[in-house]
Nanobody, 133 residues
Framework: QLQFVESGGGLVQPGGSLRLSCAAS????????IGWFRQAPGKEHEGVSC????????YYADSVKGRFTISRDTNKNMVYLQMNSLKPEDSAVYFC??????????????????????????WGKGTLVTVSS
């Protein structure tokens, strides 16, 4: 079965940190751009961060720039999102996704896609992050 499985979400106090992990199952991350997206209740889907396949290009939404870091480990077939200085407005379900680099014009284009189920090749079911005191 081709899928991503996210983990690492939970409850954290404002100012705290979490590291989200995403395991790819049934496929490899080669030639795939990867990204993290989030959906909060009553809010629009948002592309948080995206990374190219081998060019090292990264994109971060303004709302997380300087606080979040995306990374990948191709040997382990894993994708990560390090989240620091968390704020209550970061609370959401976080999804990882991937798309063939040949289908996008750049990592920003990937991150501004309005739907991961339509625009991506692979995605997970999400992990819940709640930032609250």
């Amino acid at each position: 079965q081709l899928q991503f499985v996210e983990s690492g979400g939970g409850l954290v106090q404002p100012g705290g940190s979490l590291r989200l992990s995403c395991a790819a199952s049934g496929f490899t991350l080669d030639y795939l751009a990867i990204g993290w997206f989030r959906q909060a209740p009553g809010k629009e889907h948002e592309g948080v961060s995206c990374m190219g396949s081998s060019d090292g290009n990264e994109y971060y939404a303004d709302s997380v720039k300087g606080r979040f870091t995306i990374s990948r480990d191709t040997n382990k077939n894993m994708v990560y999102l390090q989240m620091n200085s968390l704020k209550p407005e970061d609370s959401a379900v976080y999804f990882c996704a991937a798309v063939d680099v040949g289908k996008i014009t750049g990592v920003q284009a990937m991150c501004v896609m309005t739907s991961i189920t339509v625009g991506m090749d692979y995605w997970g079911k999400g992990t819940l992050v709640t930032v609250s005191s």
